[in-house]
């Protein structure tokens, strides 16, 4: 597995590489943001069985649940807003054709970060979500 990691990233050149087991945790942990729910709990459990064995895992898993709990808030609310507004006459229509459009947005672009944290922690390196990477300490 190739060193990717630089030595101010997580873990630094005091630790070593995360094996092949964690590499793979890591990996399913950011996958599972296509299930929803399921996807948090998941990744929650993963950080639960491994986190004392890897700090990589460790990171990486809370990582994925905080970020997929991000995405499901932030979709709770806009299906919030739609159901709220949806039924005011004149914009009610535009108001539900409008944010079912960014939920559906929001979900590709968390999918398509998903996706590229999986292989990038695949790899063995560190990723760090754009939005929740400060909630979540190292």
């Known amino acids: ?43 929650l459990l993963i950080w639960q069985w491994r986190r004392e064995e890897s700090r990589f895992l460790d990171y990486q898993a809370k990582q994925a649940a905080a970020f997929q709990g991000a995405v499901l808030g932030v979709m709770v609310v806009v299906g919030i807003v739609v159901a709220v507004f949806g039924h005011v006459p004149v914009v009610g229509a535009l108001f539900r054709i409008g944010l079912w459009l960014t939920v559906i947005l929001i979900g590709l672009g968390g999918l398509a970060l998903a996706l590229n944290a999986a292989v990038r922690v695949r790899l063995g390196a560190n990723y760090k979500y754009p939005v929740v990477s400060g909630w979540v300490g190292e």
């Not at 030595?7 to 590499?23: I, K």
Request: glycine share 12%.
């Open 1 to 43: 597995m190739p060193d990717m990691r630089n030595e101010d990233e997580l873990g630094g050149v005091n630790e070593g590489l995360p094996t092949e087991l964690d590499c793979n945790l890591a990996m399913i942990a950011h996958l599972l943001y296509v299930l929803p729910i399921v996807g948090i709990l998941g990744a």
